[in-house]
């Protein structure tokens, strides 16, 4: 996979979050600018108003689900394009000053989703402890390192940032949690098709009938395109109205998602195309018989030919 | 509708059948060299062949169903492409030699199809009549003609050609029956669209599997186009196995029927095109909302700038 | 497969046809006491009018399709009951009288189904022979044998029955041919599931929307259960109104094709059951997972114990 | 509606959320015993336990979506049924101690899902605030009793209890916002059904096929049963492996819930039924000719009789 273009890149922080450990997996990240950004809104921000030339923010985590603010952050607001994704293990690990012990814990801080993740470690160990929430796992190891709590679960280039020591790690109770980042772009022609890509799009329904993801399902599914996530995320609007984030196998550059993305742009009140991008896990799409581009092309043509009579 | 070009024309006869009197409903039918023809498949060989410049045949029955002989002569052999049809009421006259009474009928004539049709009124009427089958309902005036026997049960037609009287008019057991004729010709470039089409294809599935038509039906149903008519046939290689020959609105010329018909290409073993053409009783295609020819322009407009990233 | 029980059966006859002959091939056959009738529909009356036990009628043909009277007299009138299917090789034979030879026959009769499936044949051998139509092949035999025409193409049961010799055997164009016939006899209780079931419905659509027949398929392929002939066939009301006649893998015993009846029940305008009787060619239904009885069974259990809460 | 029983009730604490106050909402809440919990998991345990007769949690909001932590808690761990909603408004209060005016509010303190919801309002009127995130938005309401930080974006409820003024209310951005709350309790009988019902189940499919989701839907609107909400979540075991958490028009006492609920348990690797209980909003189920009570009655009579054969 190629580098990324030189330049500064957003991320959600402080220094220190698993968003900024993404960003540095990218091929040429030690040549990038990061900015830490204080939330996945000013993040998409940074990028739309020209200050970032990309930025890396959370999608989805294989235990806690998806992120709503990047949902609706790519849903709203002026277009960005996901160009990249990386898949990064969440290793907690528990941070405290340098010669601080398991007993000397008395609170623990962090983000209550990775809270969440390591209840019942901090309950077999450090049962005594008090939990305080933090904004984000970055913040907890700073206000670790500030004196304002002893310890800090967090990723551990947290540590490195703030020069703290690690008590344990790996410390999630569900071993092979994975956080699934993306890069966002500005709106530009997508990363050239590989062997195994990923198109993301937003719809909104024509009207709530049901039957109507029904539909939406089908214009995938009649033309072999396979989907491999679907969330539905309100539109604000009042309960029982919703839109829906949606990653399908392949690229725009093939004719079937081609087409199925017009399908969708005729049929739905609103599609945003967020994106045709390598997968990180490169596992290529399915091709039904039928569906391949040259199938496209070859019947385009029969039905040109009888429509002019030969 | 415009007149048909002149030239010759085949049709199902021998003289005096119902499909003669279906070509002569063609306007500018007067001016045209009428050629019966023994069987359909005669007629079909006919325009094939370059004889003809076209042949009317019957395609459906609203009593008796489809013609088998019309739509396998259709399904195999040279294309041909259906260009008008027309709708006959079926109105079926019992005809003898002038001076015959009702009392002197003792044997009546018809093709078995036609005499399934006035079976009631020929029990009611002349019940000990003894029923003799004929090759067709003109065939059987002809021998009444020639003395051959009592009297056939016709179309009206058939007394003018072989100058027989009308011995009761109207005698269908089932009112209302009506006839549905197609004219083919050499493939061509179709009639240009009106408000109301129909497109005929058919289709043979690609393997047998489960689930098959329903994924046919699918490939119209999602793009709007609705059926007007679906037939199995045996393709002829044993028990099970089928094609079908379907009638949908709307034309080629319309983006939703094209991207069906290509749909159609890509997945089934085979297609053959049997051509756009007015419907005889002008009803117009529904149109679903995001299936209009300028829905079709704008999403592919759509597409073609998110993949040059403008 | 158990013999069926003595008594009268009806066919479509006179003596000599196919018809006969597949009543032959039933265990227990040379017990009973076959009933030529004129035509199907006699067939089926003479078992309405408790005048047969039985009787033995064509469904379908693998060159020829469906058998319209068949597939309406079943759909239509007091109903019957199919419970028990032959497959019978179509095996045309030329007959004449003793002493006759291929250059003595001037004219040549049988049906003209029949004429069409041997229509090569005799043009290569007997080019310039004039056809006559004939009620059915054994007809043919029984005017040849009167010495109306030269041969006749017909079953070799025709042969035995009206002392004739084969000139030609097996004189199909289309070699393979096979025809289906059912045994209806009253409605009763099935035959107890074997391995292989069929099971034989008739659907009229409620309404006729785009879209409905799609849902009478949704409603099989929901539920597993396997369609091996669907035909479309006129209501007699009108150009574009059609009910289906349906064959499904499976027994009514089973839960699965039980439940699907009862969804066409719900959903269609009438339905008319036509039995589950054993597969002539023993292919047994495929079975899905979570479609055998016991799931039924288990399933329907898990949501009485939800509704009474325990 | 009738009154809830009496006993100890669990709610998402502490004393002063939205949660309380969806509570307080119910019939008879009067008599309640509250009981506080730190987390949606805690209250769903005290359930379990049997240390409170019931438990509230947030189930979804109209801006922020559903709740993952309600959603994963009843997909898991012993069953629980939901047998009563309440729709709550979002009513944003800016609390504060008596005597504090705009002007002295230098920090602001709530839960970070609500500080989402006003971020403009704080903006806009106090620009210079440093906002600090809680817990809870009630936590933040009691930090700000006792002295940590300035003001605290509440439910109104919270200022009685902590005996704070308001220093501004109804200050969200998007206006309109309404959270569903639920009622779980042991697994029991369900409530009987009333007009305007809603069942809640989880799915969890059984191979991850592409087309599974849809097939999932098919089973609903096969019969007729329209969703108003469908939820992907990560099963935990992987990216790209979800469950989905389904709500329902209509009662398990219906038939057409019942058999679906059937079906899904035929289908799916795992189906977790949640409830069936009256809608807060009182909209009737749509009912599709077909699908009522007597139909499926009817339908399952009919098979039954053909099935014994009278």
Redesign the interface.
């Known amino acids: 996979m190629p580098g990324i273009p030189p330049g500064r890149y957003a991320y959600l922080g402080p220094r220190g979050t698993f968003c900024e450990a993404a960003l540095r997996t990218m091929p040429g990240a030690d040549r990038l600018d990061p900015l830490p950004c204080i939330s996945v809104s000013d993040a998409h921000d940074a990028v739309r108003a020209g200050e970032a030339a990309g930025a890396v923010v959370p999608l989805?985590?294989?235990?806690?689900?998806s992120v709503?603010?990047t949902l609706d952050g790519l849903a709203t607001g002026d277009p960005l394009h996901i160009v990249r994704e990386v898949?990064l293990p969440v290793t907690f690990t528990l941070l405290a000053r340098p010669g601080t012990s398991l007993d000397d814990v008395k609170t623990v801080t962090t983000m209550?989703h990775a809270e969440?993740q390591v209840r019942g470690w901090l309950r077999a160990h450090v049962p005594a402890a008090r939990f305080v929430?933090?904004?984000s796992t970055a913040d907890g190891a700073r206000m670790v390192a500030a004196g304002e709590y002893d310890a800090a679960v967090a990723a551990p280039i947290a540590g490195e940032h703030y020069r703290l020591s690690a008590l344990a790690e790996d410390i999630a109770d569900?071993a092979?949690?994975?956080t699934?980042f993306v890069l966002v772009r500005q709106?530009?022609?997508?990363p050239p098709p590989s062997n195994a890509d990923r198109t993301t799009v937003i719809a909104f329904i024509?009207d709530d009938h049901?039957?109507a993801?029904?539909?939406l399902?089908?214009?995938f599914?009649?033309?072999g395109v396979?989907?491999?996530?679907?969330?539905?995320?309100?539109t604000?609007?009042?309960?029982?109205?919703?839109y829906f984030s949606i990653d399908a196998e392949g690229h725009?550059?093939s004719a079937r998602v081609?087409?199925t993305?017009?399908?969708l742009?005729?049929?739905c009140a609103d599609v945003r195309?967020l994106g045709s991008y390598p997968r990180a896990?490169g596992v290529a799409a399915?091709e039904r018989?039928?569906?391949a581009d040259v199938?496209?092309t070859?019947?385009?043509a029969?039905?040109e030919a009888?429509?002019?009579?030969n």
Do not use: M
Request: charged content about 25%.
């Open positions: 989805e985590n294989s235990v806690e689900g709503a603010e898949l209550p969440a929430p933090a904004p569900n092979g949690a994975v699934r709106p530009a022609a997508p024509r049901p039957g993801l029904l539909e399902l089908t214009e599914a009649v033309r396979n989907l491999t996530r679907i969330e539905s995320r309100p604000g609007v009042g309960l029982g109205r919703y725009i550059a081609a087409e993305l017009a399908a742009r005729r049929e195309f896990d399915t018989p039928g569906t199938d496209f070859d019947a385009h029969w039905v009888l429509r002019r009579g």
